[in-house]
Structure formats: C-alpha cells, structure tokens
C-alpha cells in the first residue's frame, strides 16, 4: 500500500518473456544443463557391484548411517568429510567468483538450469516471446487454456521427476519406485517427492527471477569478493554509444560509416539484449545486482553485429578496469592466496579419503556409576567400545588393553570376535584394578583391538581413564 507521497514497499512483479537466441554461450550452457541433468537423472539408476552393500551406485543410506558413493563407503564418523566439502565449496566460489564473477549464477545454479528447463517447455508449447506476450493478452478461450494447462501440466511433471529423483537417492532405486507407485514406500519418500515437487513448481515456473533478485543470499554479499579485475559482463558503451548516443537504424543512420560521421555509436537500440534476458534487465545502464552472468546478452548482440557485418558484440566479458582501457590481471595476491588454501583443503580432503582407516574404535566411559568397589577391594570401572569394520571382509579381533598393570579386563565372550563386513559393534568392557591405598584420582591406560591373520588391517587403540575414589581432579 501508498500513500501520496511515499514509495510503495512492494512492486508488483513485472512479466518477463524472454526470448531465444543462439550463440557460443547458449550451446555452452544447453552442453552444462545436458551434463548436469544426465548426472542428476541417472545417477540413481547406476549399478555397482560391491561385496557388501547395496549394489547402487550412489546411495545415501540413512538407516544404516552409510553413504555410498561408488567405491568409497562414508560412515558416520567420517561425517567431518562433508565439512570440509563446505569449506571446500565456499573457497572454490570465493576462487572463481574473484576471478569469472558469478559464473556459478549463470551455468551452474540448480534455479538457472531449472528455469531453463521451464523457459523451454514454455517456448515449445506457446512459442516464443512475441507469441506468449501475444497469448497472454487474448481472452481466455479454449485454445489459450490448452497451452496454458499444457504448459503447467509439464512444469508439474518435470517438478514431480526431479522430487521423485532425489528421493530415489536415499534407497535402493529400482524397488523404491514400485513401492512408491504401489502405496508401499515409506512416509518420507511421499513427503520428500511432494515437498521438492512443489518447491521446484514454484520456484522455476512462477517465482523465477525472484528467486535470484529477492531471495538468494549470494546475490547480495557477491560484492565483497569483486574487485576491480573480476569478470563482469558489460556493455561497450564508448562503441555503442558514441558521442552522440544510441540510435536506431534510419535512411541517414543506415550504415556504420555513416553512423561513426554524426557520432552515433553501433547501437541500434534493437531491444534484444534486453528481451533475451531472464532476469529482465538492460545490461547498458550497467552491472546490476539482477545480472546472473548468464552471457545471453552477449549472444544476442553478437547476433545483431554479425548481421550487420558490424563486428564483435557490444556486449561482452570484461572486468571493470579492461573496460576503462587499463591492465587488467586474473593472477592477484588474493586470487592466488584463495587458489592455494583451496589446494591444500581439496589435497587434506583427498588425502583424508584414501587414507580412511579400515577399522575404527571409539571408547565411551560409563560414568553411572563411575566406579564400583567390589568385595574383594577391587575397583571397577566400566567403558563401551564402539568397533567398526570397514572394510568388505569380517575381521578377527582381540580385544587387550595396557597401561594399567595387574588390571583385568572383561568383555564377557567378546574377548575374541569375528566383526562382518562393513559392520558395528558396542562391546561393554569391565576393568578392574586392585589400586594401591596412596593412589587416589584416575589413571590413563589404552584399549587395543589387533586383527588376527590380516597384515593389511593394522591394531588400533584408543585412550581411556580409569577413576578411582577420592579423585585428585
Ligand atoms: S544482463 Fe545479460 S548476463 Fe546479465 S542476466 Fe541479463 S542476459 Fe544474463
Ligand atoms: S543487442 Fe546490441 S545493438 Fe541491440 S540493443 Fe542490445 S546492445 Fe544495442
């Protein structure tokens, strides 16, 4: 609402209609929008053959508090992996937006590729931009609510597959699929398809370019990692403009001879940067916190020029410094900095993942009581142990300890075990110890787990404390 006088909190949203257009960066991004469709699509459906496990390729097994990711099985302990893929990712878009601005916007973001999808479904079933502006202003009639439903009809398919496609990531898909069409799948497999159903409906057929003007944080804090050397798609305004401005073409404005004589810049205010835009906004009045950096723009001018035989487009990638004529350089000491961090963070990840421990202990101190004194005078305390087998064969472990002379050590049966494949285990383990009157406090000792007959898999151990009464801490 206004008042005279004021300016009204919200504008109404604005029709968009963007128009095709062909070019270098279309083919570059229809060749991204293949690719990462192709990934996200069929991923589910790979098969691969593990000894134990599932025989998907990607799998993120909630249940079994296991991902698997091809050859690689993340447990639950390596969960500290997916931090640093944050940190990994945060650092790669630092690195790159430092550099190319917001290529991830423009190419890779999940709402750019599902708008994309959208706008396409849009322009097969009501034509392109002259045709949808057309149809969206006749009276409603038969024929407009067929391309209409049509279109809305698609957008809910392509929404239902992409929530139903996430969801067969959590199980195994193919049994997954005839359970979910058969009234069989769990609860969260109808919830998760229908939630990202309707969240992907919304958020590329009707919000849009709101999506990436309103909501997306990135959008607003992009500007602390942009400098003047970054990548930005500009106009060329000296070329396009000249010194007289803009214009169209006219009998006395008609070649670029003519143009260049009465100071007309190459220009001629044919419109289709502007409508080829998803975001719906003119890239000469300059950088614009809407730009995506899809390129588009750029086609579309390259498109005029060409026809003209005018030359380069007016519209291209530059960096705020190139554009005023000075040099300009990718390799600063922030960008480099940024490139090496993330070197190092990508190589700890890497070398974390093939170096993961193919059997894992963990030990928890039962502190309800902490100790017991039993009536021989012994004092005991007790622990669980978490052991977790790794690896696609059963492992044969003894359970020791050490550090604790004279103390014993009680697992019950458990003193030797066979461990499956790819398994866990609590085992509870009693010590008791015959402490000397002038110890008091607690004492440290060590748990160790050895493999029997397996070189490969090396002993483990874990620390632990020993309390007894009258503790010094
Ligand atoms: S101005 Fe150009 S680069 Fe920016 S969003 Fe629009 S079409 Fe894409
Ligand atoms: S496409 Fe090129 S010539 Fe046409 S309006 Fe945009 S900048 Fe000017």
């Not at 109808?190 to 057929?205: D, E």
């Not at 942009?226 to 403009?241: L, N, P, Q, S």
């Not at 006395?252 to 001879?257: T, V």
């Not at 002379?405 to 019950?412: K, P």
Request: proline residues 4%; positive net charge.
């Amino acid at each position: 609402m206004s008042d005279a006088g004021t300016e009204p909190l919200y504008q109404a949203r604005i029709p968009i209609y963007p128009r095709s257009v062909k070019g270098p960066f279309r083919n570059l991004k229809w060749g991204i929008l293949g690719l990462a469709y192709g990934v996200y699509f069929l991923l589910p459906w790979l098969r691969w053959e593990r000894n134990v496990g599932p025989d998907q390729a990607v799998l993120f097994d909630i249940a079994a508090r296991k991902f698997y990711l091809f050859g690689l099985v993340v447990h639950a302990q390596d969960l500290f992996w997916l931090a640093g893929l944050l940190m990994i990712a945060a650092l790669l878009l630092f690195f790159v937006t430092g550099i190319a601005g917001r290529v991830f916007c423009g190419y890779f973001c999940f709402q750019t590729l599902w708008t994309d999808l959208y706008l396409l479904i849009e322009r097969l079933v009501q034509g392109d931009r002259a045709a949808r502006i057309r149809l969206d202003k006749t009276p409603w009639t038969a024929g407009k609510m067929m391309r209409k439903g049509m279109t809305h009809l698609l957008w809910l398919l392509a929404a239902f597959w992409t929530g139903l496609t996430f969801t067969l990531y959590w199980d195994n898909a193919p049994q997954l699929i005839v359970d979910w069409f058969t009234g069989r799948a769990p609860f969260a497999a109808y919830a998760t398809t229908l939630f990202l159903t309707a969240t992907t409906y919304v958020m590329a057929g009707l919000a849009r370019e709101q999506v990436c003007t309103y909501m997306c944080p990135y959008a607003r804090f992009q500007s602390v990692m942009f400098d003047a050397d970054t990548r930005i798609v500009a106009y060329d305004a000296a070329r396009g403009e000249g010194s007289q401005g803009r214009h169209k073409v006219s009998r006395e404005l008609k070649s670029q001879e003519q143009r260049h004589q009465q100071g007309v810049g190459d220009c001629i205010d044919c419109g289709y940067c502007v409508q080829v835009c998803p975001t719906g906004i003119d890239i000469r009045n300059g950088l614009q916190v809407q730009c995506i950096s899809c390129a588009l723009c750029i086609d579309a001018c390259a498109t005029i020029m060409q026809s003209l035989g005018w030359g380069k487009s007016l519209v291209r990638y530059t960096s705020e410094k190139q554009a005023a004529g000075e040099p300009s350089r990718i390799w600063k000491p922030k960008t480099v900095a940024y490139g090496l961090v993330l070197l190092a963070a990508a190589s700890a990840l890497g070398w974390s993942v093939g170096h993961q421990a193919p059997l894992e202990m963990s030990v928890v101190q039962m502190r309800q009581p902490l100790f017991v004194r039993l009536s021989d005078g012994r004092i005991q305390n007790n622990y669980e142990l978490h052991l977790e087998n790794k690896t696609d064969e059963p492992l044969r472990l003894a359970i020791t300890m050490r550090g604790l002379a004279g103390a014993e050590l009680d697992v019950g049966r458990l003193a030797s075990l066979e461990l499956p494949p790819q398994r866990s285990l609590r085992v509870v383990a009693r010590v008791r110890w015959q402490s000397h009157h002038d110890i008091k406090g607690s004492r440290s000792f060590f748990f160790d787990v050895i493999p029997q007959r397996r070189r490969d898999v090396g002993m483990v151990s874990a620390p632990a404390t020993f309390y007894l009464p009258g503790r010094e801490d």
